[in-house]
Nanobody, 115 residues
Framework: QVRLVESGGGLVQAGGSLRLSCTAS????????MNWYRQAAGEQRELVAS???????NYSDSAKGRFTISRNNVWNRVNLEMNSLKPEDTAVYYC?????????WGQGTRVTVSS
């Protein structure tokens, strides 16, 4: 079955950096687009960054210029490098993918940015 496990969240001061990782299993990882989402308290989950199987990337406006998504097809891992973090980046971050018409997410990793 598809399993996604995120790590790397934590508490950081505004202006700081964090690197999130997500390890996938149960899929032929190199063939799948992978996404990072986030959900702040009381808000809907939003797409932050995507990377296609070919390595093409897309970012939300809030992430552009500060976040970098990358993938490692040897380790079945997708990363999100987050720089210049702001308090409004505080959220639970999830990696996700779509497999056979269904969306899958991991359990999430919490990022808290203090001002």
């Amino acid at each position: 079955q598809v399993r996604l496990v995120e790590s790397g969240g934590g508490l950081v001061q505004a202006g700081g950096s964090l690197r999130l990782s997500c390890t996938a299993s149960g899929i032929n990882f190199r063939l799948y687009a992978m996404n990072w989402y986030r959900q702040a308290a009381g808000e809907q989950r939003e797409l932050v960054a995507s990377i296609s199987s070919a390595g093409d990337t897309n970012y939300s406006d809030s992430a552009k210029g500060r976040f970098t998504i990358s993938r490692n097809n040897v380790w079945n891992r997708v990363n999100l490098e987050m720089n210049s973090l702001k308090p409004e980046d505080t959220a639970v971050y999830y990696c996700g993918t779509r497999h056979r018409g269904l969306d899958y997410w991991g359990q999430g990793t919490r990022v808290t940015v203090s001002s």
